[in-house]
């Protein structure tokens, strides 16, 4: 079992940055590689970046490319989600994941647990 709990979300004027923080807990951080998604209101669940177990590996959204940096830090047992020049279709609740294996793709199918989520707003 493994427990993820995100922080650092809230809200930001267009153009602005935030960083998501997710801890995790219950099994060795390492052997996790992780992901992050998010949801805006009606809309489905997207995929938005994921990074390896040792954060060599790294991939993203197209529509987010340029602009938000993953990455880990095992020794901490946090994976981050850097957001840089946020726009207002960027305001979603996001979702940080922790995949099943080793695999890091943009499936949500590829990840066993979730975090509850941390709302971002984006003013125009």
């Known amino acids: 079992q493994v427990q993820l709990v995100e922080s650092g979300g809230g809200l930001v004027q267009t153009g602005g940055s935030l960083r998501l923080s997710c801890a995790a807990s219950?099994?060795?951080?390492?052997?996790?590689?992780m992901g992050w998604f998010r949801q805006a209101p009606g809309k489905e669940r997207d995929f938005v970046a994921g990074i390896s177990r040792s954060g060599g590996g790294t991939v993203y959204a197209d529509s987010v490319k340029g602009r938000f940096t993953i990455a880990r830090e095992n020794a901490k047992n946090t994976v981050y989600l850097q957001m840089n020049a946020l726009k207002p279709e960027d305001t979603a609740v996001y979702y940080c994941?922790?995949?099943?294996?080793?695999?890091?793709?943009?499936?949500?199918?590829?990840?066993?647990?979730w975090g509850q989520g941390t709302q971002v707003t984006v003013s125009s």
């Open positions: 219950g099994r060795t951080f390492s052997t996790l590689a």
């Open positions: 994941a922790s995949s099943a294996g080793t695999i890091y793709g943009s499936s949500s199918s590829l990840y066993a647990y």
